[in-house]
Each structure stands twice: as C-alpha cells, then as structure tokens.
C-alpha cells in the first residue's frame, strides 16, 4: 500500500520560512518524479513545484520562483520543500505527490500523478 505523509506545515508569519516533508512508503521511491501542489480555500489545486526521480532537474511555479526550493533524499524516500519569504498568499494545504511515468514531463499537471499525500496545512500571516 502506497502512503505518502506530509509534515512540516504551520502557523508563520509573513517574510518567514517553513520546510515541508514527505515520507513515501510502498513504492520504489527512487524510481518517482515528485512533485507539491498546494490548494488555497475556494481555489483549484495548483502546481508548486516537482522535481525528477534522480532530483536532476527541477520545476518551479513562478509564483515561487527563487523563494522556494524542492529537494529529495532516496536514501531516506522523502522529498522536501523548502519555503522562505512566505506571503500571504501561500496559504494553503500543501500536497505532496508521486508520479512514476519513466520520463519527467510536464510536471505541472495533477492528473499525471498516481499517487497523493493527505495534505498539510500552511497559513501565513501578514
């Protein structure tokens, strides 16, 4: 059974940083491109960030473009997001998801991803 479980979100203030988490378990993590979405209240999910099985290449949403940052570590079959100079705006429930296509291309779509966390709730204060 394929699990995906976010952590690491929360109450911050605007201009501060968080660091979301993402433990796979029931798939060969390594073999995955991965990607976050996020879902404001009364909004659609929209692409975050995603990042290749080999953490070779990377995609960004402009919206967050040189604020955030997506990583993984296979060893330990979790992706990361790193977010600093969080607004307003990046409220949201962030989900994490696992897509195991063999080729990483157009990572901005939620419907090429298999696999999808519970989500975890961001909210940052102005």
């Not at 979405?37 to 290749?52: L, N, T, W």
């Not at 307003?88 to 291309?105: F, I, L, M, Q, R």
Request: aromatic share 14%; hydrophobic share 30%; net charge positive.
């Amino acid at each position: 059974q394929v699990q995906l479980v976010e952590s690491g979100g929360g109450l911050v203030q605007a201009g501060g940083s968080l660091r979301l988490s993402c433990a796979a378990s029931g798939l060969r993590f390594s073999r995955y491109n991965m990607g976050w979405f996020r879902q404001a209240p009364g909004k659609e999910r929209d692409f975050v960030a995603a990042i290749s099985w080999s953490g070779g290449i990377t995609s960004y949403a402009d919206s967050v473009k040189g604020r955030f940052t997506i990583s993984r570590d296979n060893a330990k079959n979790t992706v990361y997001l790193q977010m600093n100079s969080l607004k307003p705006e990046d409220t949201g429930v962030y989900y994490c998801a696992a897509d195991g296509k063999a080729y990483y291309s157009d990572p901005y779509y939620s419907d090429r991803y298999d696999y999808w966390g519970q989500g975890s709730q961001v909210t940052v204060s102005s």
